[in-house]
């Protein structure tokens, strides 16, 4: 999966220091992140590499790298460089690099989010201390938001419940399993009985926990559960979210080459089981 980047490591924990020029800069435009190709790999400049106007902001550090953003103003271009959205660190090579990126985007839109205190209105400060926004009108503090989801393997026997989303719900074409967000006042195993409701209309037994997954495309925390029906297996589909809900054969599951997410990798384990 995309964190998975041994013997690479993520440290997570914020610094308030100054860039070093042979620190990697991901520079931002709006939501998106230069970057070059070489060799099949993608590469971040070094904080001493380009002329940026901004200041570099501390984001996170692997290994011994620290990892700072910049802003690019809209007329800064940067030859031999582009700018990429997040769906390009789906295939990014190496994995530790698209993990990077993607993390990135993820602490760089919640700064964005945030630059305005929900409370009173008054702009928010980035802590010193601390990775968050403070307000120095009212005092409120904000500390970045992840989502849970769960994610659901539904089983019946030697089949596997496989959906499309609706174009008009997500851009995501590719077959996938049922997901959905937890509610407040929900346990995980609560929401995995009632997404598989609202979107199959298909009652659970037998939850089983089997992995969770960071997922910074979505500003989630995905937690998958392997469950199986209980009782009919006739679908009856929530049009408004899926296109298509099919029971699929062990031996009939698509192709899917991507192992980036742990949707897939829950898929892959079903179908390898004996």
Known sequence: ?????????YYVEFENKEADSEDILIIFKGNNVLVREEGGRTWFPAVGELNVKSKPEFLFR??????????????????GWHFEGQEYFRTAFPMWKAFAGVTAIQIHRWYNDNRFCSRCGSPMKKGKMERSVVCESCGKTVYPGIAPCVIVAL???????LTKYNPKHSKYARYTLIAGYTEVGETFEDTVRREVREEVGLS??????????????????????????DGSSEIVRDESELSEAVWFERE?????????SLTNEMIEVFRNQK
């Open 1 to 9: 999966m995309i964190q998975d980047i041994a013997p690479h490591k």
């Open 62 to 79: 692997i290994d011994d790298t620290n990892l700072f953003m910049a802003e690019a103003s809209e007329n800064e271009e940067f030859e």
């Open 155 to 161: 089983t019946d026997g030697n089949r596997i419940l």
């Open 204 to 229: 659970v037994k037998n939850i089983r926990y089997y992995k969770n997954q960071p997922w910074s495309f979505s500003d989630t925390l995905l937690m998958g559960f392997f469950a199986e029906v």
């Open 252 to 260: 009939d599951i698509p192709e899917n080459n991507s192992l980036i």
